[in-house]
């Protein structure tokens, strides 16, 4: 079972956690003679948050070697059904980062969240429309059982989907369902499709045996996956220097992932209970760009989240400033040349 949790296992987790604390005894230790010794390097914890899939493999590299380590970041990996419940522990100061797509961080933003965004993470096409082979074209949508996360990534790139192929959105069932619901909703023959990520996109093809498949054209024609790296304002300000250690891990991490794909696809593998060989084959089908990089291009992808989120009645008046919430000096220090436009 992959090593994901709902907001609900993460509040139970959380207290049982705080009880075995509090009811842990104090233990008397003989004192042993010093050594002499250089002191050890002071590590900073951080608990990094996202949604349990590939797109955060850079996370489970960090956590899986000494890479956070080795740049002062004693690193927690907490994995959730999908990224923006990450985002909410860190706004209630239980996780330092978090990384989702653009329209989450507008909804928290609306909710008084003070974040900053000092790197982009993750740029793929890893969303995908896995649907039955009787449909073959996007207008063979039309009259379609479509099942996906209301308010997620997957929503948001659906509907630029249908609106790109002049498809009214009104003409499409579209479901709610929950990612680990998808694949045996599909296969029992309740929904005709589903938008979502691998490994769920792999899954259904193979369930599906024959029955379904990935259209052509997809997602990718009218909306790419960015991730952000998101932290508490407060939280970055009083720990700048970790704020740009975490960076330079991430970078370095994806150096890892270029030169070692092999021990990579163990390290992800072993995180989200899948075989290695499986994640390797999906790794490449995706094609993930784990780039760490701050481009100010980001600032129109906002804007049009932010006129979709108006057409959705979830968006009234002015939306946030949300070049305030850019932070483009923290990846500055490291490689000016990351930072494009600010």
């Given at each position: 079972m992959r090593q994901s949790m709902s907001r609900r296992r993460f509040l139970q987790k959380l207290s049982l956690g705080v009880g075995a604390v509090a009811t842990c005894g104090t233990g008397i230790i003989t004192p042993q003679p010093a050594r002499a010794q250089q002191p050890a390097r002071q590590l900073t914890k951080v608990r990094f948050t996202g949604g349990a899939n590939l797109g955060n493999t850079p996370l489970y590299v960090g956590e899986g070697t000494d890479i956070f380590r080795k740049h002062g970041i004693d690193g927690?990996?907490?994995?959730?059904?999908?990224?923006?419940?990450?985002?909410?522990?860190?706004?209630?100061?239980?996780?330092?980062?978090?990384?989702?797509v653009e329209f989450p961080v507008f909804n928290l933003l609306l909710k008084g969240a003070d974040l900053i965004i000092p790197a982009i993470k993750i740029t793929s096409d890893d969303l995908k429309i896995v649907?039955?082979?009787?449909?073959?074209?996007?207008e063979d949508l039309v009259g379609k059982r479509v099942g996906y996360i209301f308010g997620s990534s997957a929503h948001y790139a659906f509907d630029r989907y249908l609106a790109k192929f002049g498809i009214p959105r009104d003409k499409i069932k579209a479901i709610n369902v929950p990612a680990a619901e998808q694949v045996a909703l599909m296969a029992k023959g309740d929904i005709d499709a589903f938008v979502w990520l691998e490994p769920s996109i792999s899954k259904g093809l193979e369930v599906m045996a024959g029955k379904a498949h990935v259209i052509s054209p997809n997602i990718e024609t009218a909306y790419m996956t960015r991730d952000y790296v998101e932290m508490s304002r407060a939280w970055a300000e009083k720990n700048p220097e970790v704020v740009v250690n975490v960076l330079r891990a991430l970078i370095e991490c994806n150096e890892f992932i270029k030169r070692e794909p092999k021990r990579t696809a163990e390290i992800a593998g072993r995180k989200l209970n899948l075989p290695p060989e499986h994640v390797s084959d999906m790794l490449k089908k995706v094609g993930f760009n784990y780039d760490i990089h701050l481009d100010a291009?980001?600032?129109?992808?906002?804007?049009?989240v932010a006129a979709w989120l108006k057409e959705?009645?979830?968006?009234?008046?002015n939306p946030p400033d949300i070049r305030r919430v850019f932070a483009p000096e923290y990846l500055r220090k490291i490689d000016p040349a990351r930072v494009r436009g600010f």
């Open positions: 927690t990996v907490m994995l959730f059904d999908v990224g923006f419940l990450g985002a909410e522990a860190v706004i209630a100061g239980h996780a330092e980062t978090a990384s989702t649907a039955l082979k009787t449909i073959q074209k996007p291009a980001a600032i129109q992808v906002f804007n049009d959705q009645g979830r968006l009234s008046g």
